[in-house]
């Protein structure tokens, strides 16, 4: 019982710290967003080189490092309420925290909204979702062995 209680605290503390770190990438003003997020030119630069044309591999690294963003959205909240986050409820909270932060990127100078960042937001909690069942999954098997 201790145990669980002192791994939901870690969980917490993580879940905090995601947040801000979220918070930190998705609110900073376009300017200096790019230095943060400035990968996604360098990786569709990159993907040109092979003969990918830039724009479309520009939207395609910047649709999956949205995925990739909200995975531990879906893994932490998945792992912290279990019985209360699981397939369609999750997949509302992430759509609408990503809703939520699009509609307040309006209000950031430079930053741009998209329909697109919500669904790979929400993809990427989903797959969170699976990635903490599974691991829980393992754990609990390993253990009763």
């Given at each position: 019982?201790?145990?669980?209680?002192?791994?939901?605290?870690?969980?917490?503390?993580?879940?905090?710290?995601?947040?801000?770190a979220?918070?930190?990438?998705?609110?900073?003003?376009?300017?200096?967003?790019?230095t943060?997020?400035?990968?996604?030119?360098?990786?569709?630069?990159?993907?040109?080189?092979?003969?990918?044309?830039?724009?479309?591999?520009?939207?395609?690294?910047?649709?999956?490092?949205?995925?990739?963003?909200?995975?531990?959205?879906?893994?932490?909240?998945?792992?912290?309420?279990?019985?209360?986050?699981?397939?369609?409820?999750?997949?509302?909270?992430?759509?609408?925290?990503?809703?939520?932060i699009?509609?307040?990127?309006?209000?950031?100078?430079?930053?741009?909204?998209?329909?697109?960042?919500?669904?790979?937001?929400?993809?990427?909690?989903?797959?969170?979702?699976?990635?903490?069942?599974?691991?829980?999954?393992?754990?609990?098997?390993?253990?009763?062995?």
């Amino acid at each position: 019982m201790l145990a669980r209680q002192y791994a939901t605290r870690w969980l917490k503390a993580l879940f905090i710290a995601y947040m801000v770190a979220l918070a930190f990438v998705v609110f900073l003003p376009a300017r200096e967003a790019s230095t943060v997020t400035g990968f996604v030119g360098v990786i569709a630069g990159w993907l040109s080189v092979l003969g990918l044309p830039q724009d479309a591999a520009g939207i395609a690294v910047e649709f999956i490092a949205n995925i990739v963003l909200f995975v531990p959205f879906g893994a932490l909240v998945r792992l912290l309420k279990p019985s209360l986050w699981n397939g369609w409820p999750l997949a509302l909270l992430a759509a609408a925290s990503s809703g939520t932060i699009e509609v307040v990127q309006l209000l950031i100078p430079g930053r741009v909204t998209a329909l697109s960042d919500v669904v790979a937001n929400t993809l990427g909690a989903l797959a969170g979702l699976v990635i903490a069942k599974k691991s829980a999954s393992l754990l609990t098997s390993a253990q009763s062995e």
